[in-house]
C-alpha cells in the first residue's frame, strides 16, 4: 500500500470515498459502520459488491497531513480496542486493509484503548489533468477476480508504482479510483461508483412526507423558514421551507451543504421547488436545538445537561466550525452560529445547522469580507461586524465563545440588567467581567474568545481533555450566574 502524496502547495483537504468491503462473519448495523468511520449514516452510500454483497461507499473529509514521518492525504479515526483485536484484524475487516501502519500497532492495540487508525486517501486537485481537476477518488481495495476495465486507464496514473505492469493487479492491493471507473470480478461487475450528490425531490414526494405542511409537524421557525418533520422515502427528515423569495439564502446554504460531509454539521439530503416555496431536506436530529436545553429545559421535557455533556457539546460544536473554517475546499464562515442552530442528536452529540447566512471567505492573511448589510443575532455579533460590517471566521469565534458562555453559565446570550429590568446586557460582556478566572485558561486560552485572536482549530485542541469537565464547574462557580442551577 502507498499513501496519495501531498505537500502545502496543494490543497490540503477534499471529500474522498472510502471502500467498505463487508467482511464474511461480521453483521455490522449501518450505524456502527459510520461510527467506525467516524461519520454519519448519511455519508454511506450503498453498493453491491461480489457476490451481491452490501458494500458502501463512505464519504470522508481527505486531509494532508504527517503520519510517523509521512506526509500523505489521510482520514484519521478513532477505534475503541475490544478484547480479542488485532491490529491486523481489524485493519482487515473493519476498514478493508486501507490503515496506514505506523510501527506500534502492538503495544497500542490493548483492550480498552482509543487508538487512531490512518486511512489513506487521495485528493486531486493540483495532481490531475485539467479534465480530472475536483474529481473524486475512491480508495479501493482488490479483491479475489478484480481485473482493470478498460475505463481504468486514468488510474495508472494515480497508481504508478502499483501498475507499472497495467495487466496485473494482486488481492490486497490498495488502489486510488477515480468515480466513474468501473472494477470487473469476473463475471461480476462492482458498477461505477458514481459521485453523489443531493436528491431533487418532486414536491408531491414533500407534501406526503409532511401530511401536506401539517402545522403538528412543524418543529421549528425562523426569521425566512419554516421546519417541519416528515417522513421521506422510508427515512426521517427535517424539511427546511422558504418561500421563494428567500431564495438567496436557500441557494447559500444548498452551495455550502452540497460540499460539507462531517459528523459534526447536519446532513443536507435533497432539495425541491414549488410555485411559491423552495425546500431543503435534512437528516432528522431528534433531541431538537442546544437552545431548548440550556434555557427552560422542564419546559420542553428535558432534563438539564450533566457537565459531561455540555463538555462535550463544546467539542462537537467547535469541530464543526472548524471543518468549514479549516478542512473544506473553499473556507466559509457560518456567520450565525448559536445556540438554535446547534442541534443535539439521541446521544447528544452536537452538530452545526442553518447555512442559510454563511459566505465564502478568502484564505488569505487577512481573510475578511465587507459585509453589505449586517447578519446574524443579537447577543452574538462581535464589535467589529457591528461597527464596521466586517465578517471573518473570527466572527463565527466571537460566537462560539458566546455559545461557551451559555454553555458554563446557562443564561441566555442577553441577560436582563438587574438594575433597569427593561434593558438587555450582552452575556458575554457580563462574564468576562465578572471573573479572571474565565480568562485565564488552559495554555493562556481565552475560553471566551472576546479577543477573537485563535483559530477554532486551537479551541479544538485545547477544548480536549479529562479536566475540561471540572474547569466547567469551576467557571460556573466563580462567575456572576453561580446562585443560578444549570
Not at 442541534?343 to 442559510?356: E, N, T
Request: proline content about 3%; charged content about 20%.
Amino acid at each position: 500500500m502507498y499513501p496519495f502524496n501531498c505537500s502545502q502547495s496543494t490543497t490540503t483537504t477534499c471529500n474522498a470515498s472510502l471502500y467498505h468491503a463487508t467482511s464474511l462473519g461480521r453483521h455490522d448495523s449501518t450505524r456502527q459502520i459510520a461510527t467506525y468511520y467516524s461519520v454519519n449514516e448519511t455519508q454511506l452510500h450503498p453498493i453491491t459488491g461480489i457476490h451481491n454483497r452490501q458494500d458502501y461507499l463512505v464519504t470522508v473529509p481527505c486531509s494532508c497531513g504527517t503520519v510517523s514521518g509521512t506526509t500523505a492525504y489521510f482520514h484519521a479515526v478513532n477505534y475503541a480496542v475490544q478484547q480479542g483485536d488485532t491490529f491486523s484484524d481489524v485493519s482487515a475487516e473493519v476498514y478493508s486493509g486501507q490503515v496506514w501502519v505506523v510501527g506500534d500497532e502492538k503495544q497500542r492495540f490493548v483492550a480498552g484503548n482509543n487508538v487512531t487508525m490512518n486511512l489513506v486517501c487521495g485528493c486531486l486537485d493540483g495532481k490531475g489533468t485539467e479534465e480530472e481537476e475536483g474529481e473524486v477518488i475512491v480508495t479501493y481495495t482488490v479483491e479475489d477476480g478484480d481485473t482493470l476495465a478498460a475505463s481504468l486507464s486514468r488510474v495508472v496514473g494515480l497508481n504508478e508504482l502499483l501498475t507499472q505492469n497495467p495487466g496485473f493487479i494482486d488481492v490486497g492491493w490498495v488502489l486510488y479510483v477515480l468515480k466513474g471507473s468501473q472494477v470487473g470480478c469476473g463475471d461480476f461487475e462492482k458498477g461505477y461508483f458514481d459521485a453523489e450528490g443531493p436528491v431533487r425531490y418532486n414536491i408531491e414526494e414533500i407534501e406526503e412526507a409532511t401530511n401536506n405542511f401539517d402545522e403538528s409537524k412543524k418543529i421549528g421557525e425562523g426569521g425566512y423558514a419554516k421546519v417541519f418533520f416528515g417522513i421521506l422515502r422510508g427515512q426521517e427528515v427535517a424539511v427546511k421551507m422558504m418561500r421563494s423569495n428567500k431564495s438567496k439564502e436557500f441557494y447559500a446554504e444548498l452551495k455550502v451543504l452540497c460540499k460539507v460531509h462531517h459528523i459534526n454539521v447536519v446532513e443536507l439530503l435533497g432539495y425541491a421547488s414549488g410555485d411559491d416555496h423552495v425546500f431543503l431536506v435534512y437528516e432528522y436530529v431528534r433531541n431538537g436545538s442546544l437552545s431548548d436545553h440550556l434555557h427552560d429545559p422542564l419546559l420542553r421535557g428535558y432534563q438539564p445537561l450533566s457537565w459531561s455533556a455540555r463538555t462535550q457539546i463544546a467539542v462537537d460544536a467547535a469541530k464543526g466550525i472548524e471543518y468549514i473554517h479549516d478542512h473544506t475546499k473553499t473556507r466559509y464562515v457560518h456567520r450565525d452560529i448559536k445556540s438554535t442552530n446547534i442541534l443535539l442528536d439521541d446521544c447528544l452529540r452536537a452538530k452545526v445547522a442553518d447555512f442559510g447566512l454563511a459566505k465564502l471567505v478568502e484564505r488569505s492573511n487577512d481573510d475578511e469580507l465587507i459585509a453589505t448589510r449586517l447578519v446574524g443575532t443579537p447577543g452574538y455579533l462581535p464589535p467589529e461586524s457591528v461597527k464596521e460590517l466586517q465578517v471573518t471566521s473570527k466572527t463565527d469565534v466571537f460566537a462560539f465563545g458566546v455559545l461557551l458562555g451559555e454553555l458554563i453559565t446557562g443564561k441566555r446570550a442577553l441577560v436582563r440588567d438587574n438594575k433597569e429590568p427593561g434593558r438587555l446586557k450582552s452575556l458575554i460582556t457580563t462574564v468576562s467581567a465578572s471573573s479572571t478566572h474565565l480568562r485565564i485558561t488552559l495554555k493562556n486560552m481565552d475560553i471566551l474568545c472576546i479577543k477573537m485572536v485563535q483559530p477554532v482549530s486551537d479551541l479544538v485542541r485545547n477544548l480536549s481533555g479529562s479536566s475540561l469537565e471540572d474547569q466547567f464547574r469551576n467557571w460556573h462557580a466563580s462567575s456572576l450566574f453561580s446562585s443560578y442551577p444549570i
